[in-house]
């Protein structure tokens, strides 16, 4: 009923070595200062959804990344408080991808190259000894490159488009608090909120095929005695 793929063969063979280099340097007991460049490799691969039509078995080169990031760690107030922060920078070769062509094929491909610049931070703070309250935010400028194109017959341009599957900002917050204590139990309550910016599921940004940005919220509300918790959350 349905037109499938048959006496066709095909073989690639694909090898790579990676490397990663970085210094750390502690300038004060409290503060770690690091630098670091690495590499990571995708293998090269066969389009594993190709079914209707032997030109749908592609191969797509190896994906590349290369990662340059400086960033610091700190406690201050005697350990009352970390601060985290990172720069970073992801250089990006052949991306895969697979992608819709001409008599509703999806091949596999390659896009030429990206890059992702970003900026994370994160603070907790531990003004008692339980589980501190903290919040951490991303920040990422992710395109493809002025002349990145799409590999194949369709040679699509997508230069200077938003990466698919990347959000550019993002927030985590998060927190523990103790309401009472009785004898030794405790009333606890547990919050935390994450914000995910708007995702573009496509390659050609285009906004009705992503994700509007959300929140993702949590509460927990629990009596904790020395042998048993009970508590309800939402």
Known sequence: ??????????RRTFNNTSFEVGANWKPTQDVLLYASMREGYRSGAVNAQAFS??????????ETARTYEVGFK????????????????TDYK?????VTEAGGLFPLRSISSARVRGFE???????VDRVPPAASVGVLDP???NDATVSGTSGVDVSGNQISNAAKFSLNLSGDFVLAE???????????????????????????????GYWVANARLAYNAERFSVGAGG
């Open 182 to 212: 009785i004898n030794d139990d405790t009333v606890d309550l547990n919050l935390d909120g994450t914000y995910t910016s708007r995702v573009i599921y496509g390659i050609a940004e285009t906004v009705n095929v992503s994700q509007p």
């Open 74 to 89: 700190s406690t201050v107030l005697n350990r009352a408080l970390t601060i985290n922060g990172s720069l970073f920078q």
């Open 121 to 127: 931070a994160d603070i907790t703070a531990r003004p």
């Open 94 to 98: 052949n991306q895969q991808v697979v």
């Open 1 to 10: 009923a349905l037109q499938t793929i048959s006496d066709f063969s095909d």
């Open 53 to 62: 039509d032997k030109s749908e078995i592609t191969f797509a080169p190896p």
């Open 143 to 145: 395109k493809y490159t």
